[in-house]
């Protein structure tokens, strides 16, 4: 946090020039883009280390690709396996939110169907080689979903198996036993929950696998839990205190209607700050994770240009960061205002690589807004990322996770358009898939980005 003599600094600062190179109204930075020279045999570029530096401006980034593009590596993976990482998770994701609105609308049948038709997606999204990491998480999903079946059988007069998670708890209770045991053990967040714990791209899967392995034992499909951001060591201690509390309900309740009441409540969201490390850090490339505590690492790579080190730029975030936690608790309409302004000051610059500043303030002020109870508000922003463009498009199923954080936001709030939100982005996803799926098959199928070869489609000029 800036002290008060480094804030009146940054904005006499700010109020005498708008950049670095002049009153433009441009954000300001101490890193020109021209600068940056790239050369496979600098040290420090990217030899799959763990912050890799993204260039300012890639050629590939001015292409506007409107659509699904045949190629894995184009979405940042080695193989189309590695897609379909991303999209089970999204798949299972939107499972468990559809399970939680007709549960809470219409009862114990309609969640399960719900939940049927989420093992019929993840069907969709099978790993075509095993032994992978890909094939692991497939496999850790589909335990999950399984056993939230066996939940839901529980709550209508099943016997619910004994477990180590948060649905082995509600089965002691179903039973008549106490479950403080296995309460007192889950108390502790593994320590797969420490998001930078990775050493390079492999690794970082592999701990995207643990971290949905660690969402699988303390989650479950009835009771949401907003995470606004990451789900961290924070987000497990919350999810855990709804687990106690629900538990507590749950032994009172006798009937199937007054079991699914009990579990199928809300906690209250931990407020998120908008700090100076909040608006200058990477966003992932998946706003799911970042944004609504999808399970996932935290980004890898680090911006060359208005990142880290920019000391120009982090000082400008900073002012920002000030005047944003003044207005979020009570001027939800001033947060939207100063997001909106900061984004056009870094829109007014040139370099590719902006995108992703602008990404991470629009995320940063969702995420503080919906923490609040600000849902309007936060939709407004969330809406400011569409339409769809330039790297947009390198992102897996990314129209679908802006509906699926929307439907989050709607969920949160209780409005009447949350099922269809959810629908919505539940359909787009089975749509990717699809396309991935015929990719994997046709390599013809799908866009071809300018220097990725010439098969498929030839990209728009």
């Known amino acids: 946090m800036m002290t008060r003599r480094e804030v009146l600094a940054a ?4 109020a005498a020039t708008a ?4 009153g433009d109204g441009r954000a300001p930075s101490s890193s020109d883009p021209a600068g940056f ?8 570029l990217d030899k799959g280390q763990k912050a890799p ?3 300012p401006d890639l050629n590939l980034w ?4 409107g659509g699904f593009v045949g190629d894995p590596i184009w979405y940042g993976e080695h193989d189309w396996d590695g897609v379909r990482m991303r999209l089970m998770g999204h798949l299972v994701w939107l499972g468990r939110d559809r399970c939680r609105l007709a549960a809470r609308r219409s009862g114990l049948p309609e969640a399960r169907a719900e939940l049927v038709q989420t093992v019929r997606d993840l069907g969709t999204c099978a790993p075509q080689r095993r032994g992978t990491v890909t094939s692991e998480l497939h496999s850790a999903l589909k335990d999950v979903v399984q056993r939230d079946l066996m939940l839901l059988d529980g709550l209508a007069g099943k016997p619910v198996p004994t477990g180590v998670d948060a649905a082995g708890v509600f089965g002691i209770v179903l039973a008549g036993g106490s479950p403080s045991g296995l309460l007192e053990r889950l108390a502790h967040p593994p320590k797969d929950l420490d998001l930078d714990n990775f050493k390079n791209f492999d690794d970082r899967h592999r701990l995207r696998v643990q971290q949905w392995i660690a969402w699988g034992a303390m989650a479950d499909p009835l009771g949401l839990v907003p995470t606004w951001g990451h789900f961290d060591r924070n987000a497990w201690t919350l999810w855990h205190r709804s687990l106690v509390e629900r538990a507590g309900a749950l032994r009172s309740a006798k009937s199937p209607e007054a079991r699914l009441h009990a579990l199928a409540q809300d906690a209250v ?3 998120v700050i908008p700090t100076l490390r909040e608006l200058g850090a990477l966003p992932t490339g998946d706003s799911l994770i970042d944004t609504a505590g999808e399970p996932g690492p935290q980004a890898i790579g680090e911006l060359w240009t208005m990142g880290a080190k920019d000391t120009d730029y982090q000082r400008w975030l900073g002012v920002q960061s000030e005047q944003l936690k003044a ?5 939800p309409d001033g947060v939207v205002a100063t997001i909106r302004s900061a984004v056009a000051a870094v829109d007014r610059h040139t370099h590719g690589s902006r995108f992703y500043n602008i990404k991470q303030l629009r995320n940063a002020g969702v995420r503080a ?3 609040r109870g600000h849902f309007t508000q936060a939709r407004l922003l969330l809406a400011d990322h569409r339409p769809l463009h330039n790297q947009d498009w390198a992102c897996p199923n990314r129209a679908g996770i802006l509906q699926a954080i929307e439907g989050r936001v709607a969920l949160t709030a209780g409005t009447d358009d949350a099922q269809a939100l959810l629908h919505a982005a539940s359909q787009a996803s089975r749509a990717f898939t699809e396309d991935v799926n015929q990719a994997s098959q046709n390599p013809a199928h799908g866009l071809r980005p300018p220097g990725f070869g010439h098969r498929g489609k030839s990209p728009p000029r």
């Open 37 to 44: 020279v790239f050369d496979p045999q600098k040290p420090g």
């Open 19 to 22: 950049c670095s190179g002049g």
């Open 369 to 371: 807004l919906a923490s």
């Open 62 to 65: 001015a292409w506007d690709a």
């Open 11 to 14: 904005l006499t600062a700010a």
């Open 269 to 271: 969201a931990t407020p």
């Open 53 to 55: 530096p993204l260039p």
């Open 327 to 331: 207005q979020v608790a009570g001027d």
